[in-house]
């Protein structure tokens, strides 16, 4: 076997067996494992990732399949990995005691991820599937807070509903195709995709990925696990949870096609999704359950480009979730810093007054990262809404499109209140927010990021429909 193939995944199976050997011994080594270890492994598995890319090929029996879509959101997913093990020097609310098991939930999260990337099994995917879910669960619970233990809660009941969903439409796609091999089922779907049995199973199978989307109707558990878990998890469950939701989507889509039926009820979910998320996002006060509404009506764009059922469409939902990792981390970024200057790990709008006088650096940066989240040109932001639309557009969804449109338009009044809080209010206290080594050069390279990517994306919009292209090769 070609130890590229499987090198991003080897990495952290390393990793997680010299962390429970860790647990082990009976020193305390929490603080050293995400100051520094966690960190180093980031920019590892970075590296793994982006030199495994140009190899592709089958595993497992072809239960698992290593091809440039895997590839890519293997990099994106690693990026997310690594910015969240930057944000965790911000860290507020993850007890001491607790530091090694967060780091192997951590990890273990991000390899579920990754493989559910490259699952073409509907066991396969199901496992992978699993793995990321319960150890997002346990992280989101880790809190020292009463709200943590019941958002924790509620966060396993909607996620085990969606698994069961899943092996519901699994198992009538299973039953009448006979093979769990989505390849297989693809050479089928031509005959059996008349049956009203097997347009179901597809939906419903496809239908449980809304809630690692957090599109409406499986977004419930957002607004209280983003508010209630420490904020390097909700950066991480924000960024590669959901680019791990479009990986999937991609694949399952190209694989077995969109059921005409469900383009109506994909477009109805759209649409929903970005009122519901705008709207409420409106009256927020705290600052993570703002970017937890935020993330739904994001939900509702990307669900946009993927209903177009086209290659322009995949590659620009591929685009556009690259854009909103460095999206969202830069707001978290920002966020992170403030909570702990403000000593809590829930910030409201007002803690952010005076940011610009307190400290420059992050009030530019969450400026841009709002801005682009808005879809404001010159922004990548921009550019990724504008490729999506497109795609839609192309199918003819143009009512979906100008709906996007204007609720981009309602978005930027609580995004630019975030800023008004930052630029126009005077500080409550008027001494300069440190910002540590890590925090300062990862919010330049987000800053570098929006800004590069806005302005000359084709590089990357060429490789996303290159993924797409070879991904859609049996």
Known sequence: MNLFLFLPETVLLAAIVILLCLTLAKKDY?????????????????????????HSGNLFSNAYRVDPLAQGFKCLIALSFFFTAI?????????FDREIEYGIFLLSATLGMMMMTGAVDLLA???????SSYSL???????QDRRSPEAGVKYLIFGAAASGVFLWG???????????????????????????????????????????????????????????????????IATASKATAVAILIRFFMLTGIPGVFIAALGALAFVSMTLGNTVALVQQDVKRLLAYSSIAQAGYI???????SFAGYSSSFFYAFAYVLMNTGAFLVTSVVAKTANHDNPRLSDFDGLAERSPFLALLLLLSLLSLAGIPPLVGFTGKWILFSAAMDKGHWFLVLWGVLNSVVSLFYYLTLVKHAYLEKPVVSAPIAVSGGTRWLGLFLIIGLIALGLFPNAFITFAQQAILKGAAL
């Open 170 to 236: 699994a198992s009538l796609v299973t039953g009448l195709s006979g093979t769990t091999s989505l390849l297989e089922i693809s050479g089928k779907v031509p005959v059996l995709i008349w049956q009203p049995a097997f347009s179901l199973g597809l939906v419903f199978a496809s239908f449980a990925f809304l809630f690692k989307l957090s599109g409406f109707p499986l977004h419930f558990w957002a607004p209280d696990v983003y508010e209630s878990a420490p904020t390097p998890v909700t950066n991480f």
């Open 137 to 143: 669960y346990l992280l989101a619970s880790l809190r």
């Open 303 to 309: 669900l946009t480009g993927l209903l177009a059922g």
């Open 125 to 131: 995917l199901y496992v992978s599937m699993e793995l």
């Open 87 to 95: 944000l965790n020097q911000n860290r507020l609310s993850i007890p």
């Open 30 to 54: 929490g603080t050293p494992v995400l100051g520094f270890f966690l960190p180093a492994l980031g920019a590892i598995l970075v590296l793994a990732s982006f030199s495994s890319l140009p």
